[in-house]
């Protein structure tokens, strides 16, 4: 099936903005999705009809924020395909989620241990395990990225060992748009009993997930980069790790019993979640899932496949330019240098034509230093954009290459 | 030419372009007239923060006044450090700590010269202000 785009469309009310004059062409969105009506809605009508702190009161609004937050959770897991809901932990957003990891597993990585991270990922992922080694004398290591923007995968196997703890690795990059082979890389690290954390921020609009599927210990995303609110997002993790590992923020909420010289702690999820949580923003969650789920993720990716070939077709007529990121399992970022002109001068001759695209290291910096540059511009594409949409976005790289050449 | 002066005649200059590419167009080419910085001071200890691009700038006191020089790899920075040199080089470092540059408004590209934008202006004035008070209380020691 393929989407209504201009259906769509109508769903989003920000998409009709005019900037500088000329209509908006959105094209950031792997830093960050608009959002339809149907999330707006959902977050008001919580506020206006529902609101009330969860799991604690007697009285009938308790019960009824604590149910619908509750019903979000099954949703949630239901939509990644979890085993249960008490795998699902609700976080601030990815970097949240992997920070957390981060500091839990120091129970469980140690002196001259091993953690791998991919040469693609993101600050978010890469940072936290750099400290985390820092803190526990372990060893970062990093698998290599070729030129086209694909995991060397005899290079990763040959870093396989006993003394490896942890592999770290995005979903999808968004620097290159790779879709890394991450089913068969958990596969693998498996046979060395390796847990695995899959970076998902850039996965979750994009591309069905199924933790059940993929296998992995953990896998974590952000609400806004799939059409839901900001400061909202997962962090999935099979039971019996999160069992056994401690707790993270402690607080309301998360305990069983507490006295003064000691505490019990919750069952899980709630184990992981202390304080007051984010209600209305799960709620907004679960009503941009249930608005990717109407439209279809396969016919999303699809759409978005398509948008990516069609940009990437034209682009590479332009004279003097390099797409970062050639990969041949790929989707909807496009990531690409124009020779001698530096990407903030497109970027911003872009701005003045209504094109929302983002330009610099994309918080990917080692990653885009290998490749030897400055930063890139990107384009990355949502649900809502139209082929049009790449004919105006084209049009207007050209005018602003003439003018910066 | 007092920084007033200057001003004014950037002022003018720019009101002559209506459509924001002739602006663009002629920031662009102002950057070509920059007073280039020596090749020796492009190094990270004259390189301004808070910009995509990388800026180069430097400031030297010669009789009393202020010279300064930059480049950056990207022609809209490069414009804007032009832009910025052209009315505050040349000026004695009381005068630059005085102006309120703010010209930058008037010349029809202030959304773009907002100092929450990325591109290194607001570090920019802050560096030279830097260097003028440093000149400042150099000569006032003296």
Not at chain 1, 169 to 188: A, Q, R
Not at chain 1, 210 to 239: R, W
Not at chain 1, 303 to 311: F, Q, V
Not at chain 2, 5 to 27: G, N, P, R, T
Request: contains cysteine; charged residues 20%; aromatic residues 8%.
């Amino acid at each position: 099936m393929t989407l209504d785009t201009q259906k769509i469309r109508a769903d989003f009310p920000i998409l009709s903005t005019k900037v500088n004059g000329k209509p908006l062409v959105y094209f950031d969105n792997g830093a960050t999705t608009q959002k339809p009506l149907q999330v707006i809605h959902r977050i008001t009508k919580y506020y206006e009809e529902e609101n009330s702190n969860v799991h604690r009161g007697v009285h009938h609004l308790s019960q009824v924020a604590t149910d619908k937050y509750e019903n979000a959770r099954t949703y949630i897991a239901g939509f990644i395909n979890a085993q249960s809901e008490k795998e699902i932990i609700f976080t601030r957003g990815t970097t949240e989620s992997i920070n957390l990891m981060a500091t839990v597993l120091e129970s469980w990585v140690f002196a001259n241990e091993e953690v791998l991270v991919t040469a693609m990922e993101h600050h978010s992922n890469l940072v936290p395990w750099q400290q985390l080694c820092k803190r526990q004398k372990a060893k970062l290591k990093i698998i290599p990225v070729s030129q086209q923007g694909e995991i060397d995968l005899d290079l990763f196997k040959e870093m396989l060992s006993p003394k490896v703890k942890l592999l770290a690795l995005t979903h999808i990059s968004n620097v290159l748009g790779t879709i890394n082979p991450v089913k068969e890389m958990i596969e693998v690290a498996h046979n060395y009993g390796i847990p695995v954390l899959v970076d998902g921020a850039q996965a979750i609009a994009h591309t069905k997930i199924d933790v059940q599927d993929l296998n992995c210990e953990f896998y974590t995303f952000s609400a806004h980069k799939a059409y839901g609110p900001m400061g909202i997002g997962v962090l999935f993790g099979k039971e019996t790790w999160l069992k056994r590992l401690p707790p993270y923020q402690f607080g309301g909420e998360m305990i069983d019993q507490v006295g003064y010289e000691d505490s019990t702690f919750n069952t899980l999820p709630y184990k992981y979640e202390a304080g007051t949580p984010n209600v209305a923003g799960v709620l907004g969650m679960e009503a941009a899932l249930r608005y990717i789920e109407n439209q279809g993720i396969d016919n999303i990716k699809k759409h978005e496949d398509h948008l990516l070939e069609y940009a990437t077709s034209l682009l590479e007529e332009i004279d003097g330019i390099r797409i970062v990121g050639t990969a041949k399992e790929k989707t909807a970022v496009l990531s690409f240098v124009i020779n001698g002109i530096h990407p903030y001068d497109i970027g911003t001759i872009l701005d003045q034509m209504g094109i929302a695209i983002r330009t610099g290291n994309h918080c990917a910096q080692p990653l885009v230093e290998s490749f030897g540059l400055p930063g890139t511009i990107r384009a990355s594409f949502g649900l809502y954009n139209t082929i049009e949409e790449v004919d105006v976005f084209f049009a207007a790289l050209l005018r602003a290459i003439e003018m910066l050449r | 030419m007092t920084i007033q002066e200057k001003s004014q005649s950037v002022i003018d200059e720019f009101s002559m372009y209506d459509d924001w590419m002739d602006k663009y167009a002629y920031l662009i080419e102002l950057g070509k007239d920059v007073p280039l910085i020596d090749e020796k001071f492009k190094t990270n200890q004259y390189l301004i923060s808070g910009c995509q691009s990388r800026v180069w700038l430097h400031a030297k006191m010669k009789d009393g006044l202020i010279l300064l020089s930059a480049d950056s790899d990207a022609v809209i920075t490069k414009g804007i450090a032009s832009l910025l040199i052209r009315v505050l080089s040349g000026q004695t470092p009381k005068d630059i700590l005085e102006s309120d540059l703010d010209f930058l408004k008037q010349i029809g590209l202030q959304e773009h010269l907002s100092p929450t934008r990325a591109n290194g202006l607001t570090s920019m004035i802050k560096q030279i202000q830097l260097y003028a008070r440093a000149f400042l209380l150099k000569s006032q020691k003296l």
